[in-house]
């Protein structure tokens, strides 16, 4: 009688045993799904943010640029037809909207090709401007900041650069002046992208935004600021997705295999976040082990209630 009750006792033991596992095992691809749907849903929302972020960057420079703009063609022709006109009307009032948005410089393109700029050549003559052109071997009118903003007749952003004083990314917005039918020229402001690096280096995630020739300029990780850096397995792959949907790819140099969220940026940009597979999966598995261990406290109590 006693032999059956041991093994009645023994079954009961080792079914439950059993159940406990697969309750665990269920338990797991539950809170594993949860899980990766949560850490996902927050590298999304890090790239709404860096989004928002460049959205707002754009559209702070475009309004700055085009009241400027306004500003100047409140002026009567005769005041802007020509290099004379120009440094005695507007020359001043480049340097003012300079120095109160802090850019790199603000120019006027005029049709033959001569600038009349506020930058740091003037400042370093302790001038608020000066002029430009050929007797410096330039000509504006072959620059794609110029022949963009004339072809389109509107406001033009080119592709981030690399600015030869400062060394880091740059962008010139540009806009074309008519007055009374007249075109008076181009106007163009540099702008670095040091306050909205600045501002990258406080958001949360790896977060980058890149323009339409895969160049990335600003990051929360600075390693994809340097110059050559190939993030075209990325971007190749971005074009491919739709806006916020996540995908994983293997980065060529090293063959990580990792996880990346994209979005379009005002439909010039691309803000993405990437990560190692390892660590978008580390909170799933830090779960998991810590399941592992109830479990096996859980088989260890069954076991001991079988011995006794």
Same mark, same amino acid.
């Given at each position: 009688?006693? @032999?059956?009750?041991l093994?009645?006792?023994? &079954?009961?033991n080792?079914?439950?045993? %059993?159940?406990?596992?697969i309750?665990?095992? %269920?338990?797991?691809?539950?809170?594993k799904?949860?899980?990766?749907?949560?850490? %996902?849903?927050?590298?999304?929302n890090?790239?709404?943010t860096a989004?928002? @972020?460049m959205? @707002?960057?754009? #559209?702070?420079?475009s309004?700055?640029?085009?009241?400027?703009?306004?500003? &100047?063609?409140?002026?009567?022709?005769?005041?802007?037809?020509? $290099?004379? #006109?120009l440094?005695?009307?507007v020359?001043?009032?480049?340097?003012n909207?300079?120095?109160?948005?802090?850019f790199?410089a603000?120019? &006027?393109a005029? =049709?033959?090709?001569?600038? %009349?700029?506020?930058? =740091?050549?003037s400042?370093?003559k302790?001038l608020?401007?000066?002029?430009?052109?050929?007797?410096?071997?330039?000509?504006a009118?072959?620059?794609? !900041?110029?022949?963009?903003?004339?072809?389109?007749?509107k406001? !033009?952003?080119?592709? @981030?650069? &690399?600015?030869?004083?400062t060394?880091?990314?740059?962008?010139?917005?540009?806009?074309?002046?008519?007055k009374?039918?007249?075109? *008076?020229?181009?106007l163009?402001?540099? *702008?670095l992208?040091?306050?909205?690096?600045?501002e990258?280096?406080?958001?949360?995630?790896?977060?980058?935004v890149?323009?339409?020739?895969?160049k990335?300029?600003?990051?929360?990780?600075k390693?994809?600021? $340097?110059?050559?850096?190939?993030?075209?397995?990325?971007?190749?792959?971005?074009k491919?997705k739709?806006?916020l949907?996540?995908?994983?790819?293997?980065?060529?140099?090293?063959?990580?295999?990792?996880?990346?969220?994209?979005?379009?940026? +005002?439909?010039?940009?691309?803000?993405?976040?990437?990560?190692? *597979?390892?660590?978008?999966?580390? =909170?799933?598995?830090? *779960?998991?082990?810590?399941?592992?261990?109830?479990?096996?406290?859980?088989?260890?109590l069954?076991s001991? +209630?079988f011995?006794?």
């Amino acid at each position: 009688m006693k @032999s059956v009750k041991l093994k009645v006792s023994l &079954i009961a033991n080792l079914i439950a045993v %059993v159940c406990l596992i697969i309750l665990g095992v %269920v338990t797991f691809m539950f809170v594993k799904q949860a899980i990766f749907h949560e850490v %996902v849903k927050a590298e999304t929302n890090y790239v709404k943010t860096a989004k928002n @972020s460049m959205e @707002s960057f754009k #559209a702070r420079n475009s309004l700055a640029l085009e009241s400027l703009a306004k500003s &100047i063609l409140k002026h009567p022709v005769e005041q802007l037809d020509n $290099q004379d #006109a120009l440094m005695h009307y507007v020359g001043k009032d480049l340097k003012n909207f300079r120095d109160a948005g802090r850019f790199l410089a603000v120019y &006027i393109a005029q =049709p033959n090709g001569e600038l %009349v700029v506020s930058d =740091p050549d003037s400042d370093a003559k302790n001038l608020d401007f000066g002029t430009y052109g050929k007797a410096d071997n330039y000509d504006a009118r072959t620059r794609e !900041y110029y022949i963009e903003a004339v072809k389109t007749n509107k406001l !033009y952003i080119t592709p @981030s650069y &690399i600015d030869v004083t400062t060394n880091l990314p740059c962008f010139t917005y540009s806009i074309p002046l008519y007055k009374d039918g007249k075109f *008076i020229g181009v106007l163009a402001v540099d *702008i670095l992208a040091a306050d909205l690096q600045a501002e990258f280096e406080n958001l949360p995630g790896r977060t980058f935004v890149f323009d339409e020739e895969n160049k990335v300029f600003v990051s929360t990780d600075k390693a994809l600021l $340097q110059k050559g850096y190939d993030i075209s397995a990325i971007a190749n792959l971005a074009k491919t997705k739709e806006d916020l949907e996540p995908f994983e790819y293997t980065r060529p140099k090293d063959g990580n295999e990792r996880f990346a969220v994209c979005t379009k940026v +005002s439909g010039i940009y691309t803000a993405c976040v990437g990560e190692p *597979i390892e660590q978008i999966e580390a =909170p799933v598995y830090k *779960i998991h082990l810590y399941k592992l261990r109830l479990l096996f406290l859980q088989v260890l109590l069954a076991s001991s +209630s079988f011995i006794s």
